[in-house]
């Protein structure tokens, strides 16, 4: 599976209780597992007034073992399975492996190789074309 950088924002306080919660942005690095797809009915109570879909996926974090002053992380293994929101997530991310240091380095990528491919090239052009018909 895909290997990607996402951002969440943490509680900068969770390790004191009773420090008023600060939120900041967080970078992880994650393998996706699974894709779940979550359909919402219409509740005027929850603000929801027609049903809405939401795209979720469930990944690996990785343990980041160790920083280089250059800005390269490295992990070793991954932790607990998590969901998340696919919104949060930035872009793609390689790796590479370390066999000196016995870990993995996540390369980030850049421009066009940040995007990513979820789908295959048929499938988009097929919801293309959909989407050109529909327009007329």
Same mark, same amino acid.
């Given at each position: ?11 900068? &306080? ?19 597992? &699974?894709?779940?797809?979550? %359909?919402? #009915?219409?509740? #005027? ?5 027609? #049903? ?8 690996? #974090? ?9 800005? &390269? &992380? ?13 919104? %949060? /997530? ?21 421009? /066009?190789?940040?995007?990513? !491919?979820?789908?295959? !090239? !048929? ?11 529909? !327009?007329?």
């Amino acid at each position: 599976m895909k290997w990607v950088k996402y951002v969440q924002l943490v509680d900068k &306080h969770a390790h004191m209780r009773r420090q008023k919660t600060v939120f900041v942005p967080k970078i992880f690095y994650v393998k996706i597992q &699974h894709f779940i797809v979550i %359909c919402l #009915p219409a509740n #005027p109570a929850l603000g929801l007034e027609a #049903p809405s879909y939401h795209l979720l996926c469930t990944m690996l #974090p990785c343990k980041i073992a160790n920083t280089t002053p250059a800005g &390269h &992380h490295y992990f070793n293994a991954t932790s607990a399975m998590e969901v998340i929101d696919v919104s %949060c /997530i930035e872009g793609s991310v390689g790796r590479v492996r370390n066999a000196r240091i016995g870990g993995w380095c996540v390369i980030e990528r850049e421009g /066009i190789y940040r995007r990513l !491919d979820l789908a295959d !090239d !048929d499938e988009l052009e097929w919801e293309a074309d959909v989407a050109l018909v529909v !327009d007329r």
